[in-house]
């Protein structure tokens, strides 16, 4: 047999086979599209089921274009290609799909997690792993993670057409950066990477981002990055209600999830079931539960037996004072009320009505014998429990709140509830009053935000300190414990020109009873807020019901829309005779004896909180002087020190602008890096405080913060201040992160060479020894904020050291062992190696070097001592050059007379030593004539010469000699007496 006969029964049997199956009908296959070509059509066609059990499918047919789409509420029906509606208990998007609930991931989204340094996969090698990592779905929203790994959350979609994404998410806690970016399929932002970055957001609010989307495709990235440089877990991104507009067609309605329902055909979205109902999966309507038996809450999908009755499902409260001043003690049910009294062992509602006696009112309030206390009128004061009063002739009311009474709530202040997954606890009361204190309310679940809050609208600080920039001007303390069996905490907030809520302070845990105090620097309307949360994520038993919060003591200074507390003195006009009171200028105290204004000294600061008397001028630190409104205390940049018998001026002018110093890298304890930038102002500016640090910014440098720096979460302005870094490198960052900004010197001390100043120590130990014999000038600083750590507030201190080898910018450093800057974590410590630090030179710092006379020209120079600790000041005098005589006239008078006196002393020595020859010669002569007297000879008849002798005593020349001739002479005539000598006897002789 041929291959072609082998074909055709091939062929015949496969027609065979075909012709056995049965006829395929409408429930053995389905339309779809197939994709869309260059010019934007499609083809629709039948995919059976199941392959090869029915013939006949249905002819692919053209299709609908590919931007087409049916609204919401409706969907494609493939076999006519029109529209129709979902019928109840169903929903449509139309073009667009919904994410709203998160018991799992739904299709398509995935998460990455990978660590942030793990680039050359060192992660493995250390040891640290991100498999645990990942967005955790929580029911209605899904949580980010809350260490230090980098995780992602991803979803690809292809549109069809323009669209765009949209979603709600909540971002509390800065030591996570959250950014939301889309990809092409080249894996090419879509958009400008300065708008990825999500801003923060308040504990109780949802914020809603979108961004535009392109035609193709778009893979969405939430990318959270966490950043722990202590021990303490973030806060999680929290993401909820993810909507995608512009996709492909949808040939078939959703179901409504259990819990939600949708009566109506055509509906876009389903609705949760009321309290107390429950429903299933695709319903057109909920089921009531039994409600004397069991209770469900809002868009729940079943019913829940209610629990007994116990102490912890009631709460007290006082009622308003009446007119007797009584107050009723009275018992409410939690709402909802969820439990049941009838139950065996259950607990009853105590019995209400019992009167006490009402708590005075606050200072500033007064009783006028009605069930409440109403403020004082403008310019009375009380302290709460007697009438209002004006204030004595030459004295004004002290404004602002002092709150130590909770009968009710004041009318400046608010409570709520707030849970990110639902809405158990709303229209709960956060707190409740309970006389000398108010503390945290019952809630409807552990994890419920219980949230006070009180606002001010603005503040009016005293006239001699509100026109000073930086000066402060209101304060908030308040006094509170915490009791708990677990980790609940405690967050302090505030909210200024309501932009957006900063945490200021959290507590975790049990805490003793103690006050915190806040400063205000900006006179706007500011909103302090407290929020306590019992446990971080949701549990289904509540475990921790009787953690709570008791604040007893809120006082605000300076509020603008404050009562009368106290009366203070006030400054007079110059009107004695008028008692009015005028406000004094800035830097101007009231003096005791004429109530005047008055300025303060030179170098004092006026106190914010006392300003009568010259007391409330406080004087500035060394080597610190005042700015004109006398409102703080700041270096000019000069200092004056004392040392052996000079007094040495130094100057730090060259210094006075922002300096930056980035120290690290540090890692956290699972090996995250980043870096402590500080910024530094040391002096001069009359006071201003030019060192910013800011938060969530993708640029460091400082012109662009100064720039735009209200489009900053968080900006801090001092002399000092330091950021928290985040490199790039590693994280495919655009550029470095800041975050975790705070304030290291909000004043400054003075300076001195001392070590210490108002327990704050340099600590010089920690740097190298100097290599001058200069002493180090240290510049300190104190920040007013204090910390749970720092109760005092944090300081630093800036040591300025002479390095003459270093230029006048100089070098900073923090010491080695500390390389955070600070070894206790309240005083941060820096070197300042410069040559501006070195004192300025004077006459005595160099000397000079006279040259030798060369053509008659004579230079003489000048050098430094060696060596040099000096800069600018006395410049080095240029060399001199004078006129010189190879040998001077007097000179060769002195030589001349110096030679002749000489030769003179030859000459004489010469002569007299002579004479005394011929003496000699005399002398011996006599001495021989004396022992010849024995010898007989005729005696001299006459001292006459004799003919023949020489006369011995007298020389006589007839013609006067040269010099050299009367030595030649007398060298002749010493030749001649040289004889025999002969003793002679004369008769003469005997008789001598």
């Known amino acids: 047999m041929g291959l072609v006969e082998v074909a055709a029964l091939i062929l015949l049997h496969g027609a065979a086979v075909v012709w056995a199956l049965p006829a395929c009908t409408k429930a053995d296959y389905h339309y779809e599209y197939t994709d869309c070509d260059s010019r934007g059509s499609r083809w629709r066609v039948a995919i059976p089921t199941t392959p090869g059990r029915c013939s006949g499918l249905p002819e692919p047919i053209i299709g609908r274009e590919c931007s087409f789409s049916c609204g919401s509420g409706e969907f494609l029906d493939l076999l006519n290609q029109t529209c129709s509606k979902c019928a109840a208990g169903t929903y449509s998007l139309g073009s667009g799909v919904r994410f709203t609930e998160w018991d799992n991931f739904p299709p398509g989204f995935s998460t990455v997690a990978t660590y942030v340094e793990d680039m050359d996969n060192t992660a493995a090698v250390n040891g640290i792993y991100c498999n645990s990592s990942s967005w955790v779905p929580q029911g209605t929203y899904i949580a980010s993670n809350r260490d230090d790994c980098t995780v992602s959350l991803i979803y690809s979609v292809h549109l069809k057409k323009p669209g765009s994404v949209a979603f709600e998410y909540q971002y509390v806690d800065n030591s996570i950066f959250f950014e939301f970016f889309v990809q092409n399929d080249q894996c090419q932002d879509t958009e400008s990477p300065d708008q990825k970055w999500m801003r923060l957001t308040e504990r109780d609010e949802w914020k809603r981002h979108s961004v535009t989307l392109k035609t193709g495709t778009n893979i969405l990235y939430w990318r959270t990055t966490g950043i722990l440089l202590g021990e303490k877990l973030a806060k999680p991104v929290l993401l909820k209600g993810i909507y995608i507009e512009g996709v492909a067609y949808t040939s078939m309605c959703f179901p409504c999830n259990p819990g939600t329902y949708s009566d109506m055909a055509g509906s876009s979205a389903c609705k949760p079931c009321p309290r107390n109902t429950f429903s299933a999966r695709e319903a057109n309507s909920c089921q009531k539960c039994d409600e004397t038996r069991q209770f469900s809450e809002e868009g729940s999908s079943k019913c829940q037996n209610r629990p007994p009755c116990t102490e912890k499902d009631y709460f007290q409260i006082h009622t308003q004072c009446d007119s007797n001043k009584k107050t009723q003690v009275m018992y409410k049910w939690i709402s909802p009320k969820l439990c049941r009294e009838d139950m065996a062992k259950a607990s009853g509602l105590p019995p209400s009505g019992e009167k006490q006696d009402c708590p005075p009112c606050n200072p500033g309030f007064y009783n006028n014998d009605t069930s409440s206390c109403a403020p004082c009128p403008p310019g009375t004061h009380s302290d709460g429990t007697a009438a209002c009063q004006q204030c004595p002739a030459g004295t004004e009311p002290v404004v602002g709140f002092v709150y130590k009474w909770w009968n009710t709530l004041p009318f400046n202040m608010k409570t709520s509830c707030f849970n990110v997954a639902n809405t158990k606890c709303d229209g709960m009361n956060g707190w409740e009053v309970a006389g000398d204190h108010i503390h945290s309310g019952i809630g409807g679940s552990d994890n419920d935000y219980l949230i006070l809050s009180l606002h001010i609208p603005s503040f009016s600080p005293p006239t001699s300190t509100s026109q000073s920039t930086g000066a402060e001007v209101g304060r908030i303390t308040f006094v509170f414990e915490t009791q708990c069996?677990?980790?609940?905490?405690?967050?302090?907030?505030?909210?200024?020109?309501?932009?957006?809520?900063?945490v200021v302070e959290s507590w975790e845990g049990s805490k003793e009873r103690q006050s915190y105090t806040h400063l205000i620097t900006n006179n706007a309307a500011v909103t302090y807020t407290w929020a306590f949360q019992r446990q971080n994520s949701p549990l289904e038993v509540r475990k921790n019901q009787a953690d709570n919060v008791k604040i007893y003591l809120i006082t605000v200074s300076n509020a603008a829309n404050g009562v009368g507390l106290m009366c203070r003195p006030c400054a007079l006009g110059s009107d004695q005779s008028s008692p009015t009171c005028v406000p004094c200028p800035a830097g101007h105290y009231i003096d005791k004896a004429t109530n005047q204004c008055r300025e303060c000294p030179a170098n004092t600061y006026l106190s914010p909180h006392h300003l009568y008397g010259l007391e409330s001028c406080i004087p500035c630190g060394p080597a610190s002087h005042s700015n004109k409104d006398h409102s703080v205390c700041f270096s000019d940049c000069s200092f004056t020190l004392s040392m052996d018998n000079r007094t040495l001026a130094f100057q730090f002018s060259g210094l006075n602008t922002v300096t930056s110093l980035m120290n690290g890298p540090s890692f956290t304890s699972r090996g995250t890096k980043y870096f402590h930038f500080f910024n530094i102002t040391l002096c001069g500016n009359e006071g201003r405080k030019g060192a910013v640090c800011s938060d969530n910014v993708t640029d460091v440098t400082l012109p662009d913060v100064q720039n735009d720096a209200d489009t900053f979460s968080n900006v801090i302005t001092s002399f000092l201040c330091q950021s928290t870094i985040i490199p790039s490198d590693g994280r495919s960052f655009r550029t470095a992160l800041s975050s975790q900004s705070i304030s290291l010197a909000d004043s400054f001390l003075g300076a001195s060479v001392e070590p210490s100043m108002q327990n704050i120590t340099a600590r010089p130990n920690h740097f190298p020894p100097p290599e001058t014999h200069l002493p180090d000038i240290h510049f300190f600083y104190m920040s007013s904020v204090s910390t749970a750590s720092c109760e005092g507030g944090r300081g630093a201190v800036v040591t300025m050291r002479c390095s003459p080898g270093t230029d006048e910018r100089g070098e900073i450093s923090v010491p080695s062992d500390c390389p955070g800057g600070t070894c206790d974590g309240c005083t941060f410590l820096f070197l300042w190696l410069s040559a501006g630090a070195c004192p300025l030179c004077t006459s005595a710092d160099f000397h000079q070097i006279e040259g030798a006379c060369r053509g008659g020209i004579q230079e003489t120079t000048y050098v430094w001592k060696e060596p040099k600790v000096c800069t600018k000041g006395f410049p080095l005098p240029p060399k001199a050059i004078a006129n010189c005589e190879m040998i001077d006239f007097w000179l060769k008078v002195v030589v001349g007379i110096g030679a002749f006196t000489a030769v003179l002393l030859i000459i004489l020595t010469c002569y007299f030593w002579k004479k005394n020859k011929k003496l000699e010669y005399k002398y011996s002569k006599l001495v021989m004539n004396a022992n010849s007297?024995?010898?007989?000879?005729?005696?001299?008849?006459?001292?006459?010469?004799?003919?023949?002798?020489?006369?011995?005593?007298?020389?006589?020349?007839?013609?006067?000699?040269?010099?050299?001739?009367?030595?030649?002479?007398?060298?002749?005539?010493?030749?001649?007496?040289?004889?025999?000598?002969?003793q002679l006897k004369s008769p003469r002789a005997r008789n001598i």
């Open 485 to 502: 069996d677990d980790l609940c905490e405690l967050y302090f907030m505030v909210d200024i020109n309501r932009k957006t809520t900063n």
């Open 933 to 982: 007297r024995e010898v007989e000879l005729p005696a001299a008849d006459s001292c006459a010469i004799m003919e023949g002798e020489d006369n011995e005593e007298e020389v006589f020349y007839s013609k006067k000699s040269s010099l050299l001739g009367k030595l030649k002479s007398l060298a002749s005539k010493d030749k001649e007496d040289i004889f025999e000598s002969v």
